[in-house]
């Protein structure tokens, strides 16, 4: 039983690295992950390959958590030109992020009216981290480098690759920030 735990595990991570075919389109390698989303379904970021991506790991108690207004007005204004914001929820940082999924969704919708996907709480950094952030962060990643805080920023090109890494106190309506932003979407 382990044996099949490890190997699925390896296979999950190898097929992580590797593009799969989605119709005439190929999985950029940032999209080839399922995830679990914030009401516990599973998510298949690759259903999002064409679209600007920005995954943002979140805590609901940080000095940084008034970003989500931000974040979310940014959803509003560009979400009908290709943009999808990833919430992804993450404990490490201080102990920011101690509630549930549901929680931390009433938290989201209730204070910021959060309308972006938020995926299931994982980990973002250290023992245990998830795929997606091995993926992003580990040292054959395009911006390598353990996350720094909450809030840090992954720009996802539209052929599913990072096209960049933003710092946690990168807001989101920084002026290089909506830049760059703006060149992914325009591509």
Not at 1 to 12: N, W
Not at 105 to 122: D, Q
Not at 137 to 158: C, H, Q, Y
């Amino acid at each position: 039983m382990r044996l099949a735990i490890v190997l699925s595990a390896a296979l999950v991570c190898t097929a992580t690295a590797l593009a799969d075919d989605k119709g005439d389109k190929k999985v950029g390698p940032a999209l080839n992950f399922k995830m679990k989303g914030i009401d516990g379904k599973e998510v298949d970021l690759s259903q999002y390959q064409g679209k600007v991506v920005l995954y943002v790991n979140v805590a609901s108690k940080c000095g940084l958590t008034p970003q989500y207004s931000g974040l979310q007005k940014l959803h509003d204004k560009y979400n009908k030109d290709g943009l999808v914001i990833i919430g992804v929820p993450a404990n490490e940082f201080g102990e920011q992020e101690p509630g549930t999924d549901a929680e931390i969704k009433e938290f989201c919708t209730t204070n910021y009216g959060v309308k972006f996907p938020m995926l299931s709480k994982v980990v973002v950094k250290g023992e245990g981290t998830c795929p997606l952030y091995k993926f992003l962060t580990g040292k054959d990643a395009k911006f390598p480098g353990d996350i720094s805080w909450n809030f840090e920023k992954f720009l996802v090109g539209r052929n599913g690759e990072v096209a960049s890494r933003f710092k946690p106190t990168v807001k989101p309506d920084d002026a290089k920030f909506i830049q760059a932003l703006e060149a992914e979407l325009k591509k």
